[in-house]
Structures are given as structure tokens and as C-alpha cells.
T-cell receptor
Framework: KAGVTQTPRYLIKTRGQQVTLSCSPI?????VSWYQQTPGQGLQFLFE???????NKGNFPGRFSGRQFSNSRSEMNVSTLELGDSALYLC????????????FGSGTRLTVV | QQQVKQSPQSLIVQKGGISIINCAYE??????FPWYQQFPGKGPALLIA?????SEKKEGRFTISFNKSAKQFSLHIMDSQPGDSATYFC???????????FGRGTSLIVHP
């Protein structure tokens, strides 16, 4: 069974640009969540999508947005990049009815210069 | 989201020693308590999980101890190995919440 796939693995962007990250969940999983991870800050929850609808949202500015497609694949977009957006962005998928089966991808390492 | 408080923030253990990481939760609706292990450059991976109907669960060298009345649970790593060096996250979850509530993580270093 394939795991959670995130692309690209690494990305370097310039301040002010925008970026789109992609996440393909485990087959059959309908929920996809996104996290930002920076050194010493743990896992900061961005948002969760279930059946193409944003079901939960963390405390991030509106520059961070996402969407989910009918095949459960999800994308996350960050506009007007700032240096502080440099981080490992993780997505996690689950069947969506509870917190069991929550599985992370390997992440996308975003560097903003 | 209700907090899950994790301690210590960092831990250094000698090879063969016991590593202990503690977590405390507030939300009494939590009914699922997973631990995740994360190596540098990788995403967290489920290590072991427990439900509150048991007080202990063991898988190899990894044991979760659970104290429902104190709302605390802990991860014990017996005979710690350098390959166990990673960041460990505890979490609480429930059927009413679709997203686990994570602790802030513990960076474990096991010296050879």
C-alpha cells in the first residue's frame, strides 16, 4: 500500500513569490491535513480538508491556503512568501472519521531566500 | 485545541539506558494516544499507540504507560540504541476530533 506522497521534496523560492505544494494521500483516505514544522516549534497545524471541504483551520494568516480535489489529493499554496515561511511542510492523511490511521508524508522542505 | 504537554524538550541517554518521555493531557474526551517518531528530514511515523482501557502496552523495547486518573501517559524506551535518536511526539485524539492534538516534541539523543 503506497504511503502519503508529497511533491516536490525540496523547493527554493524568493521572497515575495508564491508556491504550491502537493500531497497525495493513502488510497481510500479522505482527510488531508497540513502542518508547518520549524526547528523548536513542533508541528503547527495549518488546515484539514475532508471531501473537498476545509473542515478545520489553524491560526495562520490568509497567505496560506489549500484545496482538495475529488480524488482526495490536496494542494497547499503560500502567497507573498516571507523569509519566516522557510520550513518543512508536512501533510498527513487519514480515513477521516477519527484520529486513528493518521499517516504523515516525508514533507516538502521550503527555503525562502 | 486542548493542549498536550510533553516533557522533557530534550533528552540525552547513554546506549543501553532507559529513555522516558512524559505527556499530560486536558481533554477527557481523548480515547486514543499515539506516539510518533521522526528522524531528520522525514515525516513523523506512528511508533505505538494506546487506548485508555489498558494501563500499559508494550511493543519490543517500546512501552506506553497510561494513567487515566492523572491524565498522563509516558513512553519508555528500554535498552536505548543510537538508532533511536530522533524526535518523539505524543498526541491525544478522539472520535469527535479528526485531528490529533500533538505535544511539542522531545529530541532524544542516545550516545554510543
Amino acid at each position: 500500500k503506497a504511503g502519503v506522497t508529497q511533491t516536490p521534496r525540496y523547493l527554493i523560492k524568493t521572497r515575495g513569490q508564491q508556491v504550491t505544494l502537493s500531497c497525495s494521500p493513502i488510497s481510500g483516505h479522505r482527510s488531508v491535513s497540513w502542518y508547518q514544522q520549524t526547528p523548536g516549534q513542533g508541528l503547527q497545524f495549518l488546515f484539514e480538508y475532508f471531501s473537498e471541504t476545509q473542515r478545520n483551520k489553524g491560526n495562520f494568516p490568509g497567505r496560506f491556503s489549500g484545496r482538495q480535489f475529488s480524488n482526495s489529493r490536496s494542494e497547499m499554496n503560500v502567497s507573498t512568501l516571507e523569509l519566516g515561511d522557510s520550513a518543512l511542510y508536512l501533510c498527513a492523511s487519514s480515513p477521516g472519521q477519527s484520529t486513528s490511521g493518521y499517516t504523515f508524508g516525508s514533507g516538502t522542505r521550503l527555503t525562502v531566500v | 485545541q486542548q493542549q498536550v504537554k510533553q516533557s522533557p524538550q530534550s533528552l540525552i541517554v547513554q546506549k543501553g539506558g532507559i529513555s522516558i518521555i512524559n505527556c499530560a493531557y486536558e481533554n477527557t474526551a481523548f480515547d486514543y494516544f499515539p506516539w510518533y517518531q521522526q528522524f531528520p528530514g522525514k515525516g513523523p511515523a506512528l511508533l505505538i499507540a494506546i487506548r485508555p482501557d489498558v494501563s500499559e502496552k508494550k511493543e519490543g523495547r517500546f512501552t506506553i504507560s497510561f494513567n487515566k486518573s492523572a491524565k498522563q501517559f509516558s513512553l519508555h524506551i528500554m535498552d536505548s540504541q543510537p538508532g533511536d535518536s530522533a524526535t518523539y511526539f505524543c498526541a491525544g485524539g478522539s472520535g469527535g476530533s479528526y485531528i490529533p492534538t500533538f505535544g511539542r516534541g522531545t529530541s532524544l539523543i542516545v550516545h554510543p
